[in-house]
Each structure stands twice: as structure tokens, then as C-alpha cells.
């Protein structure tokens, strides 16, 4: 992948962008992975320039294209699981994740739970699954 083609398609507003709801934060959510795709890409061509040549297959346009190919691809595979994190920094919650429940409960409460100290659902403080006081 070009870098400069790549920096374009960020800049280029997405596709049904201006009518808003999810296709807005879908935009967001592919430009976030095409980023994290075109750092992942120069962070291997720049990795694979500090290991000494071995020898093996000679110096040739044919070997650049071929390791210019595998690191894009190496570097789709990584951005697609978004260990940098990008994805949920730029484009945020999903828009539906603020309607979001957790068996029941909303979020924030399973959040405030947490803060207290108690893992457990609300209502279920102090009793775990299996003891004498569910029977």
C-alpha cells in the first residue's frame, strides 16, 4: 500500500457519511483501521531494514514487491484485531453500546459495581452461584 494513497483515503470523507447515525461511525471505524493498517506496514519495512541480509533470495524488484505484499498483509491481519487501540480511541462506543444491557442490568450500574469493590451483579452482593443461600 501506497502511503500517500493511504493517507488520501483518510482525508476522503466516508461514504454516506453525511447522513449520520452508523454509517458515520462505520467511516470511523474503517479509517481507523486503515491508520492502524498503515502503521503496522511501516513498522515492518522499517524492522525488516534493521535485519542483515542472509543471502538467500538476491536483491530485486521482484523481493520488494513480494515483502511490500506480505507486510500489508501481516499488517491487515494485526489491524483487524486493533491492538493499538486506535479503533476504540477514534471512533468511540458503538452507537448502539449506549443502549447496551448486561444481563439486565445497565451498564453503569455493572460500573458501579465494579468501583465498590463487587464484582457481582447487582442484587447478588455477597452470594456466589452454587451456595446454600441459592437453594
Not at 483515503?9 to 470511523?28: E, N
Not at 481507523?32 to 541480509?53: I, Y
Request: no cysteine; proline share 8%; aromatic share 4%.
Amino acid at each position: 500500500m501506497d502511503p500517500l494513497l493511504g493517507m488520501a483515503a483518510l482525508a476522503a470523507p466516508a461514504p454516506g457519511a453525511a447522513h449520520g447515525g452508523g454509517d458515520a461511525y462505520q467511516g470511523k471505524v474503517r479509517a481507523a483501521q486503515e491508520l492502524e493498517t498503515l502503521l503496522f506496514t511501516q513498522l515492518l519495512a522499517t524492522m525488516r531494514k534493521t535485519v542483515p541480509d542472509a543471502g538467500l533470495l538476491p536483491k530485486s524488484a521482484e523481493r520488494d514487491v513480494f515483502e511490500g505484499t506480505f507486510d500489508a498483509s501481516v499488517a491487515e491481519t494485526l489491524s483487524a484485531r486493533d491492538p493499538l487501540g486506535l479503533v476504540r480511541q477514534i471512533a468511540g462506543p458503538p452507537p448502539q453500546a449506549a443502549q447496551a444491557y448486561d444481563g439486565g442490568l445497565k451498564l453503569r450500574d455493572r460500573a458501579a459495581d465494579m468501583q465498590s469493590g463487587n464484582p457481582l451483579p447487582h442484587g447478588q452482593r455477597g452470594r456466589r452461584a452454587g451456595s446454600h443461600e441459592d437453594r
